[in-house]
């Protein structure tokens, strides 16, 4: 059987592509796979396999030599997945070989050489989102699960995959949908003496959808944090012991110790796991005017992994004012205002305390009293981690990503101030259903329903090639 390239390009419409990739993990092992997918996908496997393509089988594991040019490239296993009943919705070819990277690209190399392309980051999950066999949120949760970095993160990643988060969005687009045709039909009938908002029972509805909707923004947020993690920032005046307590918190020596102010003049970057969620923890130089360049640009370094904060950590030694340490947190520059911040009392051995958690009455900054060198009030510091990022023991429902819960925020506010509208006398029908209107655009990008390009390019570009 000899196929050659033009004859493969010349089968299907030109604007209709074939793509192909490493769907494995970079490096040798005993097996890794090659991903084709498109309308070319069978003829690619009949050609490497000198097969006809009436006799590769769908579903079925068919053991083969690969060639190309006359030569073997290796033998394997050959699968063929006909659309619609396959992972993209179209026809999708698997080449299971040898796990060498010489081999694996001999493989992709001869699939573009007969009709197919390289394939984009996270391109056939775009293709199985875009021909309807999952929704974003879906599609999302595929990379989810992948880069998971604990069990609970996994769990949720898979139950979004199975459309657990999905079934709620489309709840409350129900829910909004139905709302929105009450406001519309009063206002198409408004001469009618009929009564489309009956004795309350509409603004019912929108108490319910909004009780519905806080409820969901509360659990997104939380499985935000088992999704994409905290990027948790120790600042503070020199010497206090931020070293000592990056070093105690991720159990290694990631950090020079030495009772010398100013030791620390760039960030150190650690990442370890706490109480389920993924910590990027930052150690940064010491606070303080400096004449001395080196220790201003890590100042200056300091200041900027402050704006990228997710939880600020104010080290202070336990022989210092706790109310100038107050002050100082909150006054930190460079911290966004919702970020929230924590005080640690280090050294508290050299005072002769026992480690405490307190709350302050006036700021509900929580207070940490411990030992970083003895490791003394450690557990106390996880357990304010918790209560001030409201970390639940149990895990969340779904997994989620920022984007949906700054979405489901502007539709839990457009359905607000829908009611704001409802409350006026006269109430501002037209105004109401245009808020309802853009509360569900907003509802509907959270699975893709309604989107632009732009958030499909952003979303899929940091898939894995291959996936």
Same mark, same amino acid.
């Given at each position: 059987?000899?196929?050659?390239?033009?004859?493969?390009?010349?089968?299907?419409? &030109?604007?209709?592509?074939?793509?192909?990739?490493?769907?494995?993990?970079?490096?040798?092992?005993?097996?890794?796979?090659?991903?084709?997918?498109?309308?070319?996908?069978?003829?690619?496997?009949?050609?490497?396999?000198?097969?006809?393509?009436?006799?590769?089988?769908?579903?079925?594991?068919?053991?083969?030599?690969?060639?190309?040019?006359?030569?073997?490239?290796?033998?394997?296993?050959?699968?063929?997945?006909? &659309?619609?009943?396959?992972?993209?919705?179209?026809?999708?070819?698997?080449?299971?070989?040898?796990?060498?990277?010489?081999?694996?690209?001999?493989?992709?190399?001869?699939?573009?050489?007969?009709?197919?392309?390289?394939?984009?980051?996270?391109?056939?999950?775009?293709?199985?989102?875009?021909?309807?066999?999952?929704?974003?949120?879906?599609?999302?949760?595929?990379?989810?699960?992948?880069?998971?970095?604990?069990?609970?993160?996994?769990?949720?990643?898979?139950?979004?995959?199975?459309?657990?988060?999905?079934?709620?969005?489309?709840?409350?687009?129900?829910?909004?949908?139905?709302?929105?045709?009450?406001?519309?039909?009063?206002?198409?009938?408004?001469?009618?003496?009929?009564?489309?908002?009956?004795?309350?029972?509409?603004?019912a509805k929108i108490?319910?959808?909004?009780?519905?909707?806080?409820?969901?923004?509360?659990?997104?947020?939380?499985?935000?944090?088992?999704?994409?993690?905290?990027?948790l920032v120790l600042?503070?005046?020199?010497?206090?012991? &931020?070293?000592?307590?990056?070093?105690?918190?991720?159990?290694?020596?990631?950090?020079?110790?030495?009772?010398?102010?100013?030791?620390?003049?760039?960030?150190?970057?650690?990442?370890?796991?706490?109480? *389920?969620?993924?910590?990027?923890?930052?150690?940064?130089?010491?606070?303080?005017?400096?004449?001395?360049?080196?220790?201003?640009?890590?100042?200056?370094?300091?200041?900027?992994?402050?704006?990228?904060?997710?939880?600020?950590?104010?080290?202070?030694?336990?022989?210092?004012?706790?109310?100038?340490?107050?002050?100082?947190?909150?006054?930190?520059?460079?911290?966004?205002?919702?970020?929230?911040?924590?005080?640690?009392?280090?050294?508290?051995?050299?005072?002769?305390?026992?480690?405490?958690?307190?709350?302050?009455?006036?700021?509900?900054?929580?207070?940490?009293?411990?030992?970083?060198?003895?490791?003394?009030?450690?557990?106390?510091?996880?357990?304010?981690?918790? &209560?001030?990022l409201n970390i639940?023991?149990?895990?969340?429902?779904?997994?989620?990503?920022?984007?949906?819960?700054?979405?489901?925020?502007?539709?839990?506010?457009?359905?607000?101030?829908?009611?704001?509208?409802?409350?006026?006398?006269?109430?501002?029908?037209?105004?109401?259903?245009?808020?309802?209107?853009?509360?569900?655009?907003?509802?509907?990008?959270?699975?893709?329903?309604?989107?632009?390009?732009?958030?499909? *390019?952003?979303?899929?570009?940091?898939?894995?090639?291959?996936?």
């Amino acid at each position: 059987m000899n196929i050659g390239l033009n004859s493969l390009q010349n089968v299907i419409p &030109k604007n209709d592509e074939t793509i192909v990739a490493i769907a494995t993990p970079s490096g040798r092992g005993g097996v890794g796979i090659v991903r084709v997918s498109g309308p070319l996908a069978l003829l690619i496997a009949a050609q490497l396999s000198q097969r006809k393509s009436e006799h590769i089988l769908p579903r079925k594991a068919i053991f083969s030599d690969f060639y190309f040019q006359s030569h073997v490239l290796d033998q394997g296993l050959l699968l063929y997945f006909p &659309k619609p009943a396959s992972f993209t919705g179209e026809d999708v070819v698997e080449f299971q070989v040898h796990g060498s990277p010489i081999v694996l690209d001999q493989i992709v190399r001869a699939s573009v050489a007969l009709g197919a392309r390289l394939a984009r980051p996270g391109e056939f999950s775009e293709r199985a989102f875009l021909n309807g066999k999952m929704d974003l949120t879906q599609a999302e949760a595929i990379a989810d699960l992948i880069h998971a970095s604990s069990e609970q993160a996994a769990r949720s990643a898979l139950r979004s995959m199975e459309g657990v988060f999905s079934k709620q969005i489309a709840g409350i687009l129900e829910q909004l949908i139905d709302i929105r045709m009450w406001i519309e039909s009063s206002m198409d009938f408004a001469d009618e003496d009929i009564d489309f908002l009956q004795q309350g029972q509409l603004q019912a509805k929108i108490v319910t959808l909004t009780q519905v909707l806080e409820k969901i923004l509360h659990v997104a947020s939380e499985a935000v944090l088992w999704t994409e993690g905290v990027t948790l920032v120790l600042a503070g005046f020199p010497n206090v012991g &931020k070293s000592s307590l990056l070093n105690a918190l991720v159990e290694k020596d990631a950090a020079i110790v030495t009772d010398i102010p100013g030791t620390t003049r760039d960030v150190i970057r650690e990442v370890f796991q706490w109480h *389920g969620i993924l910590v990027q923890i930052l150690d940064t130089a010491g606070l303080r005017h400096t004449e001395d360049l080196v220790e201003q640009e890590g100042v200056r370094r300091t200041r900027q992994a402050l704006m990228r904060a997710d939880l600020v950590c104010w080290v202070m030694d336990a022989r210092e004012s706790v109310a100038e340490a107050l002050r100082a947190v909150q006054q930190v520059e460079g911290v966004q205002s919702h970020v929230p911040r924590l005080i640690v009392r280090n050294k508290v051995d050299l005072v002769k305390e026992i480690p405490a958690l307190c709350w302050d009455e006036q700021t509900h900054i929580p207070i940490v009293s411990l030992s970083a060198q003895s490791g003394d009030g450690l557990a106390l510091l996880g357990e304010a981690f918790q &209560k001030i990022l409201n970390i639940s023991q149990q895990e969340p429902d779904f997994s989620a990503r920022t984007r949906h819960v700054e979405a489901l925020k502007r539709v839990t506010a457009h359905v607000r101030t829908c009611a704001m509208e409802l409350h006026l006398s006269p109430p501002r029908l037209e105004c109401a259903a245009e808020e309802l209107r853009m509360a569900q655009q907003q509802l509907s990008e959270i699975t893709g329903e309604f989107r632009s390009d732009d958030l499909l *390019g952003r979303i899929f570009s940091t898939f894995c090639i291959g996936k």
